[in-house]
């Protein structure tokens, strides 16, 4: 509610017919709450350049934790000041406090407009003001009023044991937050970077030399405090704040824990330029940060002499600049699997994190002195083809249609019987009869059957279906 | 000397090593494919550090060229890993590059890193940096339908890159006519039958028909080839390449082994 509504006497809670009367022609809009969360997540976005430490508090409240980050903003006070100037310039009615306790410095900002409590003053300050200020719930409240508690300071007065066995335990661990009698540690939205580094502008930049020129001075920095502690970088976040308070970040991953800054930059070259929706400077940012929020620790190796070791670090580098650019979903190894199914004989999974696996996976061995039993290029979902009645019920076709072209059968081989995975107990799917095929061309196929003749292949009444065929893969 | 002169002079030199390095025979590797016909028409085999083009014309010819590339790779890449560079589009037309496929053709799929691009501009960025990349053995690009953006720049400087890093680069284009580019070779490769002549008996390794429609270096010529999947070399068809009696697929084997006795070769399905 801000100071005009304040002035005529409106309160928050008022119903409508009573706001009306006090002031005619107010216009009424239906509450939303999705915009109201969003807007606050924005907000929280934005006071990310004031600490790591950002908490929600729905509906309308933040917390930050400034421990040892208020030097860097001249003061306490400086930092209270500048935080609820530059709210305000931005359209928002701010109450702000710093104190000892989170719980302390919201009941303060329910009260008072601006307001700094030093260590141990907690009790203090929050005395005369109203029990509503505690935020407790309105039965709490309602209850304590009518006890003729009207202030903090009166609650505060009366043995804790009292008020336990009166309002409950939770109330009075509240009550001691809030009077600097014990703390609870708030719950930031995303955890602190193991490493950090920033820039503050005077000046906003937009230009994209001056964007990259501090992306790889950062770099630069972060490397030096990461390799302080023997850390590289698994997971870099560039954070970019607009002047107008958006924030953009954007993140790259590494494969190996990246220890030098021109990898870094490399990296973030690399995304840049492969933006779907290029970095928008507007105004200009005033403040450019570089986090690791992922490290590992930096194993150093003595090299091989066959230099077998630098081969697959460069390989793991190649790989981490693709991903940077397309996306690490799209860089791909292949894992055995132990499985008969040939759809799931082979899992992809992303290069970034398990090239060293796929170097060492164990592939079955084939056997010697057999064509291949399996197609070099298989359909994700195998294509369903057309084939005229067999000549022999378990036998394979003498022709089929595929993509709408027949295939007369030359040569056949088979039938390649795989059940699918009973005790897995998925949705229950026929026995497939695999064939090898050629045709006239001497075109390979991979065929299969899907059920058996008479026992998977009949309806309720024992009637026999006609079975359907599908083209799995082609051979070389 | 003053340095203006000092300048002209290294300018000069620079110009004649610029020369010479066109002229004079780089150091040049070549591969055996293990055909003999093809490989004394190619003087020696496959270029390495050089661009070689294989066309599919149709999408059914597809997996026949694959298998040839992934052969050339094998041979061009001398056990280092290679960079399977596929076109979206490709997969869902032609099929996925299956690992149990390329291990059967006694291919080593741990070397395979696959990198799916959505469209050929990607593809032939993506395969830039893959040549520039010597840790790598070789570089496979696939392309699929007319290649608008695969024209002469493009080749050229593929050729520039596999020639400076020594890593030789694969470009496997289906549903498409081969267009002018600086490739060192360039085959049209089609699926060629089995051999045995009676039916509904088992075919043998792969037979590809491939006709090398271009070399820089000689004369063209069509070959019908097998890829020898334990030799992993391609080689002329041979008139029995296969046991005259194959072991029986499905059945246990007719005579149980003796106690104590010798340990029967079974053959592997499924």
């Known amino acids: 509610m801000n100071d005009a509504a304040a002035a005529i006497g409106l309160e928050i809670g008022v119903p409508v017919a009573n706001a009306r009367a006090i002031c005619p022609d107010i216009e009424v809009f239906e509450a939303n709450v999705a915009a109201d969360a969003q807007a606050l997540a924005h907000i929280a976005d934005w006071c990310d350049r004031f600490t790591p430490l950002v908490a929600l508090d729905p509906p309308y409240g933040l917390f930050l934790d400034i421990s040892g980050c208020t030097h860097l903003f001249g003061g306490e006070d400086r930092m209270l000041a500048l935080v609820c100037a530059s709210l305000t310039r931005q359209g928002f009615a701010v109450n702000a406090a710093i104190a000892g306790t989170p719980a302390c410095a919201r009941a303060l900002t329910r009260a008072v407009r601006s307001r700094i409590v030093p260590e141990g003053r907690e009790a203090a ?129 590494a494969g190996q824990p990246v220890t030098h800054a021109g990898l870094i930059d490399r990296l973030f070259r690399e995304r840049f330029d492969a933006l779907a929706d290029p970095l928008d400077p507007g105004f200009g940012f005033d403040l450019i940060r570089l986090s690791a929020s992922r490290v590992d620790a930096v194993v150093q190796e003595q090299r091989d002499l066959d230099a077998r070791s630098q081969d697959n670090d460069e390989m793991a580098a190649l790989i981490d600049r693709l991903a940077a650019r397309l996306g ?79 295939h007369a059968v030359v040569h056949a081989e088979g039938p390649e019987r795989i059940a699918m995975e009973w005790w897995k107990n998925e949705t229950s799917t026929f026995t497939r009869d695999y064939f090898r095929v050629e045709d006239t061309e001497g075109l390979r196929f991979w065929i299969y059957r899907d059920g058996l003749y008479e026992s998977e292949l009949s309806d309720d009444k024992g009637e026999h279906i006609d079975p359907k065929w599908f083209l799995h893969g082609v051979f070389a | 000397m003053t340095g203006a002169r000092m300048s002209t002079l290294a300018s000069l030199r620079d110009a004649i090593r610029h020369l010479e390095a066109q002229t004079l025979p780089q150091q040049v590797e070549r591969v055996a494919l293990g055909h003999a016909g093809v490989d004394s028409t190619l003087q020696g085999g496959l270029l390495r550090g050089a661009l070689h083009e294989v066309f599919a014309t149709e999408t059914r010819q597809s997996a026949s060229a694959t298998g040839f590339a992934a052969g050339m790779v094998q041979r061009l890449s001398n056990y280092r890993p290679m960079l399977w560079v596929q076109q979206d589009f490709a997969e869902s037309e032609a099929g996925a590059l299956s690992m ?17 691009v959505p469209n050929a501009e990607t593809a032939l960025k993506v395969t830039a ?60 490769v089609r699926a060629a039958r089995s051999l045995s002549g009676s039916a509904w008996s088992a075919w043998g390794e792969p037979m590809l028909d491939a006709e090398l429609v271009r070399n820089r270096h000689g004369q063209r010529g069509r070959w019908i080839m097998e890829w020898n999947c334990d030799e992993r070399i391609f080689r002329e068809p041979a008139a029995h390449s296969q046991p005259l009696v194959a072991a029986p697929a499905d059945r246990p084997h007719p005579t149980p082994a003796p106690a104590g006795g010798s340990v029967t070769h079974l053959r592997r399905v499924g």
Not at chain 1, 217 to 243: C, T
Request: aromatic fraction near 6%; charge should be neutral.
């Open chain 1, 125 to 253: 300050a929050v005395e005369h003001l109203p029990v509503f200020a505690l935020g407790a719930e309105d039965a709490v409240t309602r209850g304590l009023r009518r006890a003729g508690l009207k202030t903090i300071g009166d609650v505060a007065s009366r043995e804790m044991r009292e008020i336990a066995a009166r309002f409950g335990k939770a109330f009075t661990d509240m009550l001691q937050e809030v009077l600097g009698q014990c703390d609870a540690p708030i719950s930031p939205r995303r955890p602190p970077p193991d490493f950090m580094a920033e820039r503050h502008f005077p000046e906003p930049v937009a230009t994209e030399e001056t964007i990259a020129a501090t992306v790889s001075g950062l770099a630069q920095k972060l490397v030096v405090a990461m390799e302080r502690q023997g850390k590289g970088a698994r997971r870099l976040e560039a954070s970019f704040f607009r002047v107008d308070g958006a924030v953009r970040t954007i993140a790259v991953d």
């Open chain 1, 328 to 406: 690490g979903q799209r860089i791909i190894i292949y894992l055995p699997q132990d499985t008969h199914i040939p759809e799931h004989a082979v899992l992809a999974m992303p290069a970034q994190t398990h090239l060293s696996k796929a170097l060492s996976a164990q592939w079955p061995q084939r056997c010697e002195n057999e064509p291949p039993l399996r197609p070099l290029r298989m359909f994700e979902r195998p294509e369903e083809i057309k084939v005229p009645a067999a000549s022999v019920p378990d036998g394979p076709p003498s022709r089929f249609t595929w993509r709408r072209a027949t």
């Open chain 2, 100 to 116: 149990s496929g390329f291990a059967e053709l006694g291919l080593d799929p741990c070397r395979l890193v696959l990198v799916r």
């Open chain 2, 129 to 188: 940096d893959g040549l520039a990349c010597d840790a790598l053995g070789a570089v496979v690009c696939e392309l699929w339908g007319e290649m608008k953006t695969f024209d002469l720049t493009a080749s050229r400087r593929l050729t520039l890159a596999a020639q400076s890093s020594g890593v030789s680069c694969v470009m496997l284009c289906t549903s498409s006519q081969p267009a002018a580019s600086t490739a060192e070779t360039r085959w049209v």
